[in-house]
């Protein structure tokens, strides 16, 4: 397996970590996570820009102009002849340096990417999955795609543990995203998200969603609703990069709808295979 280290590509087993490293050691860096269909990178563009906006909001300078960057990833990916399934996962930290917490001086920032095999879970995918909730105790900033996930680590392991897909997060009350992913309800065949403020990440997948429902006459509404409303919900999915467009068909001891993916959620998985040019589960 080669793996794109700064500029370079370096052989997995040749690779060697700085201990004193800032997203180590601070989780002081930036990620991204891609899918490839088949070989072929899906919605990079929308990846590749919120990488540079998360850093910017760090105040982490990319080494790489975009082009640059853009070739480095296509050719980690013919490096490693990646024909299948994958996803492939990036991270940009502010560089190797003695530990102190103020920004070191002249360092540069440490890039890191690599490629991983990754089956879709197509069952989930048509049968739905159930989630939990819990609150929201992240920080301000999580339109920022921050190596911190350690809040996220712990919703997602409790949602494990209880036998659930994913943790729905909400603050007060008020859903915000999953632990990794976004949220939405659907009632009356309108579609409901927490609109992309600082309290949630922007995913790249949501971007879609919202285009895939302009061309469907869904309305899109980027409103909070509340964890009760789950309980009036004719649908409710979750959306990220691994998981696609998810039906969730019950959430904590709410069975939603009829307890089967419903119409709406079956449209934008439909919408969102043709634009990912994958066949169908939809
Ligand atoms: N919110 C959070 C907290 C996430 O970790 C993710 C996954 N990256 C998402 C939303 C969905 O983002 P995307 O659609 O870009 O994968």
């Known amino acids: 397996d080669w793996i794109l280290t700064g500029k370079e590509f370096v052989d997995k087993n040749d690779l060697s970590y700085p201990f004193e490293e800032r997203g180590l050691q601070f989780g002081d860096g930036v990620y991204e996570v891609i899918r490839i269909y088949e070989g072929e990178y899906y919605l990079i563009d929308e990846h590749v820009e919120r990488l540079y906006r998360s850093a910017a909001a760090i105040k982490i300078d990319v080494p790489f102009q975009k082009q640059e960057l853009y070739a480095h990833l296509h050719e980690l990916l013919n490096k490693n002849s990646v024909r299948n399934d994958a996803t492939m996962y990036l991270q940009l ?8 917490h103020a920004f070191p001086l002249n360092t540069e920032a440490n890039l890191y990417a690599y490629v991983k095999d990754f089956a879709r879970d197509t069952d989930s995918l048509e049968e739905g999955a159930s989630a939990i909730t819990m609150e929201d105790i992240r920080w301000e900033w999580c339109y920022i795609k921050s190596l911190n996930l350690l809040p996220n680590v712990l919703a997602k392991q409790n949602a494990k543990e209880l036998g659930a897909k994913e943790a729905i997060l909400h603050k007060d009350g008020m859903v915000t995203e999953g ?22 990440l922007g995913g790249c997948v949501r971007m879609k969603i919202e285009e895939f429902c302009k061309e ?21 999915f979750m959306t990220s990069s691994t998981s696609e467009v998810q039906p969730l068909t019950k959430v904590d001891e709410v069975t939603i709808g009829d307890g089967r993916p419903g119409p709406v959620t079956r449209k934008l998985q439909a919408s969102y295979e043709k634009d990912a040019g994958i066949t169908g589960t939809a």
């Open 93 to 100: 930290t502010r560089g190797s340096a003695p530990r102190d």
């Open 179 to 200: 632990s990794s992913s976004n949220i939405y309800l659907v009632r009356e065949g309108k579609v409901y998200t927490h609109p992309a403020t600082k309290r949630i």
């Open 216 to 236: 469907a006459d869904i309305p899109f509404i980027e409103e909070a609703f509340r964890i009760e409303d789950f309980k009036g919900a004719d649908e409710v």
